[in-house]
């Protein structure tokens, strides 16, 4: 580590017990704590295993040495809880081994056990890997069995050496170990489940702000929290009044005969910052903000209060949050109806949303676990409450409405582990074209707002629906029935021809497939069936079936392996003389739950769905739309077919690739343009050489003379007779669209005369020209990566030219790549033949395509500088791909890893 170019950055992150603290670097200014730390707040023995010995000159020799004017060869982190400083944790390298750093940790005795060594390490490994460290040793006593666990619960790989009573530790720092970031997911996971039990399972609420006005939101909220028989203590806190709504009010939180795990505010905007101090200061460890409005310093003073006293917040602009486990029983909330208990966790962002679905749930009969409105989301988002919902024992679906993500890399990470244990559905909210609109290259022309966020919910496993009815739908099915398998093949069985066929096409717009059945089964069908009956797929049973008919029917069908799902469409009849005739009588008299899902259509039902109860008290959806039945089974197949796929590793690292080669280019880039820009063609090629991937022949020419001379250069060297020649200016985006591009060219009077037409056509904006070999023929692809300043790095592959945004033809991953994104990227393209060869055309090397894949997953992991690559075209052909364009635009970035335990600062309370 030459020079610590990469310094830590402020963040706050969860302690193993939920509480918040500061990780930041430690200066000059610290030297007080530090001392504090080390001959005050740790123990004899405690400084006996830090320093193998009883100095009493050790802290001051700790404190001269962390805390001198910044060395770039020490890297030192402290962890602060409350203003003290709890931790801390370095690394120095020395002078024979720059990429080996020595470590030390010390923690304050108080706070042995609360993980953290721990967090101060992931954090410490990170800005030692950033700064090209790539093992961190450090000596130990034999018997200090404490920090011997930190070290080996890490999750990365440890080597030891035991010799006269010390052991020499060795850790490898590997970049792309899945075991180490496993464990930093499961640590982030608990901690964040420990932060939300005083929120989620609090044993005393406070409402401050409970008004005497009746329809207050204040007084709303206490009122519901008291009907809804909440069973801890639950505190009005109003300075002027004695009583509200028949609960007795106190002045202030310090009034109050204990301390509040947590308060509701409904506070005027301008006290919501005293309001939260005031909470902080009495140990309230949780808070739902319900005032809107909030300016920018009472936003950034509520989230500061927040951190500062360890406190999790909802909000601000919530409608509240519920919990109805039945040893909590807490409605915190203002909407008009209360949930029942269950088993769906409901997390929202608009409150209008909230009271919407609420209703739509109550009314079907569907239970919550718990439901949280995010409003603004300052703290507490969608992703914490998934690892709530993964380990709280009763949620078995989780219901989703978010407008936006603070970390989608971290959401998409959580996602896809939680979607293995409980269907996640979401409403795609926010999808607009308007992102296409600034893009400079196609590939961020291909990466709109929608395909990213398609993206992530695909990656992640998530069933993304695109309105709220058809989110209701699809959970109205996934809630009460099973699974199809992978295949859902749907017969579709009705008592009106007209209806199967509507039901059919309907499965056909939802991409299911219906086979035709097999002879026994139609036969056995006909046997059952009144004369008349078709028994193909769709099966018509005719008007005249009887619901003992019908049920056998259903019966055979669900038994036969020929089908993985039934959509049954019924419409009444004048042949039903009674309630037992009707044919509805063979679903409620059967089972709810068979081996395949079982919907209903009942086109005469005045809802849009609904649930039908069975004999054995179990239910079957039914739908007053065929179209929203089929897309909730279609759903219900992509989920089968995501659990049926094994967890993919990430793409392996390709061999070749030097990182630290690339960081230093780019930030010799933008030191010399602060504000980014695109490369030149000589920058570019320097870039990909640190990757390995494949360029055509490129010869840069300033001028005539040399344009000239390149082209017989290219000849020479036995490339074919022709060259192209390619007109360059800084910021030039479109080559073709400007006209920037002549191809063909054999002799040197047609590149002398191309030349002269450049001049005259650009004019003193032309900085010269890229002289190319003539590329031989193959199929022209678009890869690509955008980096998406929320949603991060994205991988783009399609069909190229100059006619690819026309076309259209694309499909896109959220690097870094996994080993299945690199396997079916390619068959996902309309396109996909072309690839694989038809008509006696030989297919392409989709193995050297996939390379090209991999290796800009690694550029797009590795720089976050990297705003746009676009190579088009990429010419695949049989014996390998070659790109004859590029360009590569970088602009300053900070990097960031996704995965480093932290807490998330919404924009709103960042600091100028």
């Known amino acids: 580590m030459s020079t610590a170019r990469h310094l830590p950055r402020t963040v706050e992150a969860l302690l193993a017990d939920g509480t918040t603290v500061e990780i930041r670097p430690l200066g000059p200014s610290d030297r007080a704590a530090v001392l504090d730390l080390h001959a005050v707040r740790m123990s004899d023995e405690s400084r006996r295993l830090r320093f193998f010995g009883a100095s009493r000159s050790a802290p001051q020799l700790a404190v001269d040495r962390l805390c001198a004017e910044p060395r770039p060869e020490l890297l030192a982190l402290g962890a602060w809880a409350g203003g003290e400083l709890v931790g801390e944790a370095d690394c120095e390298t020395v002078q024979a081994r720059p990429d080996t750093a020595e470590l030390a940790v010390a923690v304050a005795d108080d706070w042995h056990h609360r993980g953290v060594a721990t967090l101060l390490l992931e954090h410490l490994i990170h800005a030692a890997r950033e700064n090209g460290i790539r093992t961190i040793e450090a000596d130990t006593l034999a018997g200090n069995l404490a920090v011997h666990r930190v070290f080996s619960d890490l999750g990365l790989p440890v080597h030891r050496h035991l010799e006269q009573g010390e052991v020499r530790v060795r850790v490898p720092l590997d970049e792309t170990d899945e075991h180490y970031r496993a464990a930093v997911d499961e640590r982030g996971r608990s901690a964040d489940v420990a932060s939300l039990a005083a929120l989620l399972r609090p044993a005393s609420v406070a409402v401050v702000g409970a008004s005497r006005r009746p329809g207050s939101v204040g007084q709303s909220v206490l009122l519901k929290i008291r009907q809804d028989g909440f069973t801890g203590e639950l505190w009005a806190v109003n300075p002027y009044a004695a009583e509200v709504a028949g609960e007795p009010a106190y002045p202030s939180l310090s009034t109050l005969p204990g301390t509040p795990d947590l308060a509701v505010l409904a506070v005027p905007p301008i006290a919501v910052a005293g309001a939260a101090e005031e909470c902080g200061q009495a140990g309230v460890r949780a808070l739902v ?7 920018v310093d009472t936003a950034r003073q509520l989230i500061h209060a927040c951190r500062r006293h360890s406190m999790r917040l909802v909000g601000p602009n919530s409608l509240g949050i519920a919990q109805t486990d039945p040893e909590i029983r807490l409605d915190a909330e203002f909407g008009a109806v209360s949930p029942l208990p269950g088993s769906a966790g409901v997390a929202v962002q ?26 603004d989301k300052y703290d507490v988002s969608g992703n914490d409450l998934l690892q709530w919902w993964e380990s709280d024992g009763t949620t078995d679906v989780a219901l989703l409405h978010l407008e936006s993500f603070g970390n989608p890399r971290a959401f998409s990470r959580t996602a896809r582990r939680v979607t293995r244990k409980l269907p996640i559905i979401t409403v795609d909210a926010g999808r607009s074209p308007a992102g296409r609109r600034g893009a400079a290259s196609h590939t961020a022309a291909a990466a709109t707002p929608t395909v990213t966020r398609e993206t992530l919910f695909r990656q992640a496993g998530i069933t993304a629906t695109h309105s709220l009815s058809e989110l209701v739908d699809t959970a109205t099915l996934l809630h009460s029935q099973p699974l199809p398998s992978a295949r859902c093949a749907v017969a579709v069985v009705s008592n009106a021809g007209g209806v199967g066929i509507l039901a059919a096409d309907a499965c056909a717009d939802a991409g299911l497939t219906q086979p035709e059945l097999p002879c026994d089964l139609t036969a056995e069908l006909r046997d059952l069936l009144p004369g008349g009956a078709s028994t193909a797929n769709p099966v018509d049973t005719t008007a005249a079936v009887r619901p003992g008919q019908l049920a056998a029917c259903i019966d055979t069908l669900a038994r036969s392996r020929a089908v993985d799902a039934l959509l049954v469409c019924l419409v009444p009849t004048a042949l039903c003389a009674g309630p037992q005739d009707d044919p509805v009588r063979a679903l409620l008299d059967g089972p709810a739950r068979r081996r395949i899902p079982v919907a209903a259509v009942l086109l005469s039902q005045e809802v849009p769905v609904r649930y039908l109860t069975c004999a054995d008290g ?63 063609p000589a920058l570019t090629v320097e870039l990909f050489d640190c990757y390995g991937l494949s360029l055509t022949v490129s010869i840069w020419a300033p001028d005539e003379r040399g344009a000239v001379i390149a082209a017989q250069s290219l000849r020479q060297l036995g490339h074919r007779g022709e060259v192209a020649l390619k007109a360059y200016w800084p910021g030039q985006v479109h080559k073709s669209a400007l006209g920037a591009v002549r191809t063909g060219l054999a002799t040197d009077s047609q590149v002398h005369d191309v030349f002269r037409e450049f001049t005259k056509r650009f004019g003193r904006q032309l900085t010269g020209v890229v002289v190319q070999p003539m590329a031989a023929p193959g199929l022209e692809l678009l890869a690509g990566v955008v980096q998406d300043r929320v949603f991060g790095p994205l991988v783009v592959l399609g069909l190229g030219g100059t006619a690819s945004e026309v076309l259209d033809d694309r499909t896109a991953r959220l690097a870094p790549l996994t080993e299945r994104d690199l396997a079916t990227m390619a068959t996902e393209l309309r396109s996909s033949p072309l690839l694989s060869g038809r008509q006696g055309a030989a297919a392409i090397d989709l193995a050297a395509v996939q390379d090209v894949l991999a290796k800009l997953s690694r550029l797009a992991a590795d720089l976050p500088q990297l705003a746009e690559l676009d190579l088009n075209p990429l010419i695949a052909r049989p014996d390998g791909v070659i790109c004859v364009d590029a360009r590569v635009r970088l602009e300053p970035r900070p990097s960031f890893e996704p995965y480093l335990r932290r807490l998330r600062r919404p924009a709103a309370t960042e600091e100028p």
């Not at 903000?289 to 300016?295: A, M, R, Y």
């Not at 209008?352 to 676990?369: D, F, K, N």
């Not at 959806?621 to 929203?628: E, K, M, R």
């Open 289 to 295: 903000v319900l005032t809107s409005g909030l300016g």
């Open 350 to 375: 608009s409150g209008g949303v909230g009271i919407a679905l609420l209703e739509r749930l109550t009314w079907l009969g569907i239970g919550v676990s718990s439901f949280v409105s995010l409003g």
């Open 618 to 680: 179990g239910y079957i959806p039914s739908y007053a739309d065929p179209q929203a039945a089929a897309r909730a089974l279609g759903h219900a197949r992509d989920r089968a077919r995501w659990l049926a796929e094994p967890p993919s590793p990430e793409a392996k690292i390709p061999p070749g690739c030097d990182p630290q080669a690339a960081r230093r280019l780019a930030e010799a880039f933008l030191a010399a343009n602060p504000d980014g820009g695109w490369l030149d």
